[in-house]
T-cell receptor
Framework: QKEVEQDPGPLSVPEGAIVSLNCTYS??????FMWYRQYSRKGPELLMY????GNKEDGRFTAQVDKSSKYISLFIRDSQPSDSATYLC?????????????FGSGTRLQVQP | DTGVSQDPRHKITKRGQNVTFRCDPISEHNRLYWYRQTLGQGPEFLTYFQNEAQLEKSRLLSDRFSAERPKGSFSTLEIQRTEQGDSAMYLC??????????????FGPGTRLTVL
C-alpha cells in the first residue's frame, strides 16, 4: 500500500463548478502538506502549503487538512477550463535532515467550457 | 525568469549511453532536490542537497546515478549506462533555507529522458 493515495480520475466538471480533490495518507508523522498543479509535460507548480491541521484559503483555492482522519482536500471554486490539469498532493514529516516530499499519483481534472 | 531552470528539456539516448542533466535553482535557495516522474505517477524523490552537501539519497538512486552540486549553486545529475527503465521526467526543485517559504519546494520544467 502506498503512503499517499489519490484517485487518478479523470474528474470531469462543467465550468463554474466547485471541485473537490482529496488524498489520504497512512504516515501519522506527516505535518507539512502541499498541493501542486501540473500541466501536461510541465513541472509541478506549487498552489497551496499548509502546516498541520486546519484550513487555508487563497483566492479560488481552499486547502483542508484533517489529521485525525489522515485526509487532505483541495477545493476549487468557480472552476475554469484553465484549471484543467493534474493535481498532486505532497507531504512531509518534520524530521531533521529529511526533506523528501512524498507525492500522491495525481488526479486529472477536466473542466468543460 | 527567476524560477528553477533545467537543461536540456528533452534528451533521447540509446541504451548504454551516459547522460547528464543540469539544474539551476532559484537564486539564493540553498536547498536543491532531484525527483523522477514516470507517466501517471507522482514525482519520486531521488536526492537532496543543502549547499554543496548531499544530505539525503533515495534507494531509487542506484550506483548508476550520481548527483553533484560542487559550489552550492547549480547541480548535475548523471546517469551511466542508461536503461530503458530510466525513461522518465527528471525534475529539479529548490527551496530557501529559512523564512516563511523554507518548507516549500519550487519545481523546474523538468528534463524528459527517452532511452531507446
Amino acid at each position: 500500500q502506498k503512503e499517499v493515495e489519490q484517485d487518478p480520475g479523470p474528474l470531469s466538471v462543467p465550468e463554474g463548478a466547485i471541485v473537490s480533490l482529496n488524498c489520504t495518507y497512512s504516515n501519522s508523522a506527516f505535518q507539512y502538506f502541499m498541493w501542486y498543479r501540473q500541466y501536461s509535460r510541465k513541472g509541478p507548480e506549487l498552489l497551496m502549503y499548509t502546516y498541520s491541521s486546519g484550513n487555508k484559503e487563497d483566492g479560488r483555492f481552499t486547502a483542508q487538512v484533517d489529521k485525525s482522519s489522515k485526509y487532505i482536500s483541495l477545493f476549487i471554486r468557480d472552476s475554469q477550463p484553465s484549471d484543467s490539469a493534474t493535481y498532486l498532493c505532497a507531504m512531509r514529516a518534520p524530521r531533521t535532515g529529511r526533506r523528501a516530499l512524498t507525492f500522491g499519483s495525481g488526479t486529472r481534472l477536466q473542466v468543460q467550457p | 525568469d527567476t524560477g528553477v531552470s533545467q537543461d536540456p528539456r528533452h534528451k533521447i539516448t540509446k541504451r548504454g549511453q551516459n547522460v547528464t542533466f543540469r539544474c539551476d535553482p532559484i537564486s539564493e535557495h540553498n536547498r536543491l532536490y532531484w525527483y523522477r516522474q514516470t507517466l501517471g505517477q507522482g514525482p519520486e524523490f531521488l536526492t537532496y542537497f543543502q549547499n554543496e552537501a548531499q544530505l539525503e539519497k533515495s534507494r531509487l538512486l542506484s550506483d548508476r546515478f550520481s548527483a553533484e552540486r560542487p559550489k552550492g549553486s547549480f547541480s548535475t545529475l548523471e546517469i551511466q549506462r542508461t536503461e530503458q527503465g530510466d525513461s522518465a521526467m527528471y525534475l529539479c526543485a529548490s527551496s530557501p533555507g529559512q523564512g516563511a517559504s523554507y518548507n516549500e519546494q519550487f519545481f523546474g520544467p523538468g528534463t524528459r529522458l527517452t532511452v531507446l
